[in-house]
């Protein structure tokens, strides 16, 4: 049996070359990849982050950048996470999750409401995890989330 080590790879000579946008109108697939794997922290950092008026990516975003960062745990970053996915009551079990980026929710009141009903079910863990979240936020630079709350 004879293997062809030579460079005699038809397909490959055909290969059209990367461009940023294909014939169709289509960016190729390694810009869409390229843009994917930005460093969410350098797309949040120049932002202050207004937690009472941001659409779920943008939480999502934030949490991302500041565990990528060294700056939240992983643990720390439960209850943020649980705040950036909406599941409709409807939705049952197959319902495809996805993060809104139109949509904006206040975050504190979303945490407050959180806590009220964690201590109404007397659910201690979800609550300690809200209250942890209620600490990021008040502490966070340029925040405007009241201080004294």
Avoid: Y
């Avoid at 009472?52 to 939480?59: G, L, N, P, Q, S």
């Amino acid at each position: 049996m004879k293997i062809n080590q030579g460079g005699d790879f038809p397909a490959a000579a055909r290969r059209p070359q990367s461009s940023a946008v294909a014939s169709n109108g289509a960016a190729p697939f390694s810009t869409i990849l390229t843009a994917a794997n930005a460093d969410p922290a350098e797309k949040v950092e120049n932002k202050e982050p207004d937690f009472t008026r941001m659409t779920r990516k943008e939480m999502f975003d934030w949490m991302n950048g500041k565990i990528i960062g060294g700056e939240m745990s992983l643990d720390d970053s439960s209850a943020f996470l649980g705040m950036t996915i909406r599941i409709p009551v409807a939705a049952g079990f197959n319902a495809p999750l996805a993060i809104d980026d139109r949509e904006q929710v206040d975050f504190v009141q979303l945490a407050q409401d959180g806590i009220a009903g964690a201590l109404s079910r007397h659910d201690d863990m979800t609550r300690k995890m809200l209250e942890t979240a209620m600490q990021v936020i008040r502490h966070e630079p340029g925040s405007r989330v009241d201080q004294r709350a």
